[in-house]
């Protein structure tokens, strides 16, 4: 069948269908996704410092996937995984909008996301669904936006990639400033709330919650920094010296600083961060329950990347896993992933299957019951996880490739994961270092010289893969210092 024709019959199909089916049969939708959140920043993750009920108590309501990665370790890329389903190179998304450079020169990196992707609300649109996107894009500038991109309603989402402020005035040409002092994570909650408030209840929706929390700037209400300060003194924490001076920045603008390693959490400003959103968590939650739509909601909660750890201020300790956000080690990908969609779910179990952020996409067309587009996808739906038992799922590996400098002192590298294994390659001298992430979650071991044939058949796949998707990769910088 002609690609225009599949393509027809894609957009036509499920839309006369639903005329015979009440669109209402089929679930809402929502993806809350939160900046920055590293896989140890939750109470029922392992934090002994963060207070986190709410998103607690939807962790025992749901699916806790324990080996959830994100597509990068950086946002923009994960970003356009999951608009996709792709893999952040199929894109050419595979740094933020800018690049550093170090001893060598970053590969060539697009900045917006292309208008011919069928993004997740292109997708789901032609179902029925009304499609809201609420929060941070970072996609591209201001012809790629998300009304650009399959969305209905668009609520603060730009270009940028921080917020200039987490308090009104906002400085966000999507959303007007509140009152003097609105905290942001409370004003997109309350935007979220009210269009499901007043939702047309004869249509199935899209939510993309998009916090932009707790990405930089720290700041938080006052009344939880005190009380998280006050928390951190009473466990003696405030007694500890909670960051480790490292090795020299690998980049040319940050040669004469040190990466900065926290390895214990104990930031009062991070904590009212990660509490204020867990606030409002609940808050969307009882929205759900007193439109009396709970029942009939599939919600995924995660993040873009690991939690920040090595530089900015490094607010957070993804420990066991090795650094954060920025780098291809695990504290860089590994992240929360919950899936709960009453009926389908079983409340508080776990599935240890790696799982990726370009899966989040056919996963929702599965729920949804909708055709897959006509396009190269490389997420599968984690609706056969869900099975008792469970199904598993057609692939044995998972990917990176990120041939840059992170802001926060990684370098560029690809990346493999089968099973317990993890090969990585750096670029600035192509060593491999290899870990059994089952032993050594912190990848404190090499065992690429202990096991080479494990090293050799991992890394052969890695080229493979990249071969199959031409990717770039970074090139020697003839300028970087000689003595730096």
């Keep these: 069948m002609p690609t225009r024709l599949f393509l027809i019959l894609f957009i036509l199909l499920p839309s006369l269908s639903s005329r015979a089916a009440a669109p209402t049969t089929r679930p809402n939708l929502i993806l809350i996704l939160i900046d920055d959140l590293g896989w140890r920043d939750l109470h029922y993750a392992g934090s002994s410092f ?11 309501q749901s699916v806790n996937f324990t080996n ?3 597509a990068c370790p950086v946002c923009a890329p994960t970003r356009a995984s999951i608009m996709t389903g792709k893999y952040p190179v199929r894109v050419g998304i595979t740094d933020i ?3 550093s450079t170090g001893r060598l020169l970053s590969a060539p990196n697009i900045h917006n996301l292309p208008l011919s992707e069928i993004t997740l609300a292109k997708a789901l649109k032609p179902a029925g669904y009304a499609t809201w996107h609420v929060g941070k894009w970072h996609l591209g ?6 009304e650009h991109q399959g969305f209905d309603v668009n609520i603060a989402g730009t270009g940028t990639g921080m917020a200039p402020s987490h308090f009104s005035p906002y400085k966000n040409p999507k959303l007007p400033d509140g009152p003097a002092g609105e905290y942001l994570a409370d004003r997109l909650t309350s935007e979220a709330i009210s269009l499901i408030e007043h939702r047309d209840p004869t249509k ?7 916090h932009f929390a707790v990405h930089i700037p720290l700041q938080a209400p006052e009344p939880l920094i005190q009380k998280y300060t006050k928390k951190a003194h009473d466990l003696g924490l405030d007694k500890q010296n909670p960051l480790v001076e490292g090795e020299p920045f690998p980049i040319v603008n940050k040669l004469s600083r040190h990466i900065t390693r926290r390895i214990i959490q104990s930031n009062p400003i991070y904590a009212a961060m990660i ?6 968590v609940g808050r969307l939650l009882k929205s759900l329950d007193d439109a009396g739509i709970a029942d009939n909601t599939l919600i995924i909660f995660t993040s873009d990347n690991g939690g920040l750890s090595t530089a900015e201020g490094s607010p957070t300790s993804n420990a066991p896993a090795r650094d954060g956000k920025g780098w291809i080690y695990d504290g860089g990908t590994r992240i929360p992933f919950l899936l709960h969609w009453p009926g389908h779910t079983t409340p508080g179990s776990a599935c240890s299957t790696p799982i990726t952020s370009p899966d989040i996409y056919p996963t929702l067309l599965a729920a949804a019951n909708l055709p897959l587009p006509p396009t190269t996808l490389d997420g ?4 056969p996880l869900l099975n008792t038992p469970p199904s598993p799922l057609p692939r044995d590996t998972l990917f990176w490739h990120y041939p840059h400098y992170g802001n926060q002192g990684g370098t560029p590298a690809s ?5 317990a294994w993890k090969l990585i390659e750096f670029y600035e001298d192509h060593h491999l270092e290899l870990y059994n992430l089952i032993d050594d979650p912190g990848e404190s071991h090499n065992l690429a010289a202990k096991f080479p044939d494990v090293a050799n058949t991992l890394h052969q796949k890695l080229l493979t893969w990249q071969s199959s998707l031409h990717v770039k990769f970074p090139t020697t910088n003839p300028s970087f210092p000689k003595n730096p």
């Design 50 to 60: 963060y207070e986190t009920p709410n998103i607690d108590r939807l962790a025992s």
């Design 68 to 70: 959830a990665y994100s």
């Design 97 to 99: 909008d800018h690049s």
């Design 141 to 146: 500038s201001a012809d790629f936006w998300p």
């Design 204 to 210: 199935p929706f899209f939510l993309n919650l998009w």
């Design 275 to 280: 509490e204020n959103l867990d606030t409002n």
């Design 380 to 383: 599968l739906s984690l609706l």
């Design 415 to 419: 990346s493999i994961r089968a099973s």
